[in-house]
Structures are given as structure tokens and as C-alpha cells.
Nanobody, 127 residues
Framework: QLQVVESGGGLVQPGGSLRLSCAAS????????IAWFRQAPGKEREGVSC????????NYADSVKGRFTISRDNAKNTVYLQMNSLKAEDTAVYYC????????????????????WGQGTQVTVSA
């Protein structure tokens, strides 16, 4: 059964760092585009970053460019989101999502196109 599980969230002070993990089971992550989304209370779920299959492309929301980095560790079948210089507005539940297999070398443009989602991990940035 295809499954992804997020971890690494927590409480951090403004300016701090966290690394989120998205661990896959039942499939090989490298063959799929993987994205991170986040949802703050009362707001819609928004895309944060995506890495395409075989690491051909990465993209980031403007609000996180230069602060967040997405990467893969194929040996661990895991995708990471390194988050630096965190701000209060980064507070949200962060979700990992898997695109359908036919997205080769690219990421879907809409969150509705993602096929599988994790349960989310809470990130709270507060002094």
C-alpha cells in the first residue's frame, strides 16, 4: 500500500530552523514528483515546494524562496524540506503529497492533481 508519513515538525523560535521528512512506503519516491503543502488555521492549503521525478526540477513559493530547500535521499526513500530563517507566518500544518506517476520531470500545478497525501506535521514558529 502506497503511503507517505511526515515528521520533524515542532515549536521553534523566529529565525530558527527545522527539517521536515516525508518517508515513503510501498513505492519508490524517486519515480514521483513530491510536494510540500501547508495549511494555516482559516486559510486554504497552499503549495510550498515541489521536486520532480529524478530531481529534474524544483520549485518554491515566493514566500519561502531562499529560506526553504527541498531534497531527496533515495537510499532512505525520503524527501526533506529544510526550513531556515523561520517566521511566524510559516506556522501551519505541513503536508507531503505524491503526484501521479505520469508527471515525469515536472510538478502538477494544482493541489487537486496530487494522488496521495500524508497526515501532516505541525510547525509552530513563536517566541
Amino acid at each position: 500500500q502506497l503511503q507517505v508519513v511526515e515528521s520533524g515538525g515542532g515549536l521553534v523560535q523566529p529565525g530558527g530552523s527545522l527539517r521536515l521528512s516525508c518517508a515513503a512506503s510501498g513505492f519508490t519516491l524517486d519515480y514521483y514528483a513530491i510536494a510540500w503543502f501547508r495549511q494555516a488555521p482559516g486559510k486554504e492549503r497552499e503549495g510550498v515546494s515541489c521536486i520532480s521525478s529524478s530531481d529534474r526540477n524544483t520549485n518554491y513559493a515566493d514566500s519561502v524562496k531562499g529560506r526553504f530547500t527541498i531534497s531527496r535521499d533515495n537510499a532512505k526513500n525520503t524527501v526533506y524540506l529544510q526550513m531556515n530563517s523561520l517566521k511566524a507566518e510559516d506556522t501551519a500544518v505541513y503536508y507531503c503529497a505524491v503526484a501521479p506517476a505520469y508527471y515525469i520531470g515536472a510538478c502538477p500545478t494544482s493541489r487537486h492533481e496530487y494522488a496521495y497525501w500524508g497526515q501532516g506535521t505541525q510547525v509552530t514558529v513563536s517566541a
